[in-house]
Nanobody, 127 residues
Framework: QVQLVESGGGLVQPGDSLRLSCVAS????????MAWFRQAPGKEREFVAG???????????DYTDSVKGRFTASRDNAKNALYLQMNRLKPEDTAVYYC?????????????????WGQGTQVTVSS
C-alpha cells in the first residue's frame, strides 16, 4: 500500500522559516516526479513546487512564481523523501500543503496528473 505522509507544518510569524517533509512508503519513488501543492481556505489546490528526475540521482526543481527565491524543494532517495524548505514566509503562504507523486519522471503543475497524495499538513503564517 502506497502512502505519502507529510509533516513539519505549524504556526509561524511572517519572515520565519519552516521545513516540510514527505516520506513515502509502499514503493520506491526515485523514478517518480514528486511535487508540493497547497490549498488555502476557499481556494483551489495549487502547484507550489515540482521535482523532475533528470539523472540517476539528480532532480530538477521548478516553482510557482510566488515562491521562487523563497522555497526550495529537494529529494532524498535513501529516505524515499521529498522536502520543502520555506523561507521568508508570508501570510499568503497560509494553506494546507500536500505532497504528491506522479508515475512519470517529469513534474507538472496539474493536480490531475498525480497518482498519489498525502493527507496534508497545515501551515499558518500570522503575526
Amino acid at each position: 500500500q502506497v502512502q505519502l505522509v507529510e509533516s513539519g507544518g505549524g504556526l509561524v510569524q511572517p519572515g520565519d522559516s519552516l521545513r516540510l517533509s514527505c516520506v513515502a512508503s509502499g514503493r520506491t519513488f526515485s523514478g517518480y516526479a514528486m511535487a508540493w501543492f497547497r490549498q488555502a481556505p476557499g481556494k483551489e489546490r495549487e502547484f507550489v513546487a515540482g521535482t523532475s528526475r533528470v539523472g540517476s540521482n539528480t532532480y530538477f526543481a521548478d516553482y510557482t512564481d510566488s515562491v521562487k527565491g523563497r522555497f526550495t524543494a529537494s529529494r532524498d532517495n535513501a529516505k524515499n523523501a521529498l522536502y520543502l524548505q520555506m523561507n521568508r514566509l508570508k501570510p499568503e503562504d497560509t494553506a494546507v500543503y500536500y505532497c504528491a507523486a506522479r508515475s512519470k519522471s517529469t513534474a507538472t503543475p496539474t493536480r490531475n496528473d498525480y497518482d498519489y497524495w498525502g493527507q496534508g499538513t497545515q501551515v499558518t503564517v500570522s503575526s
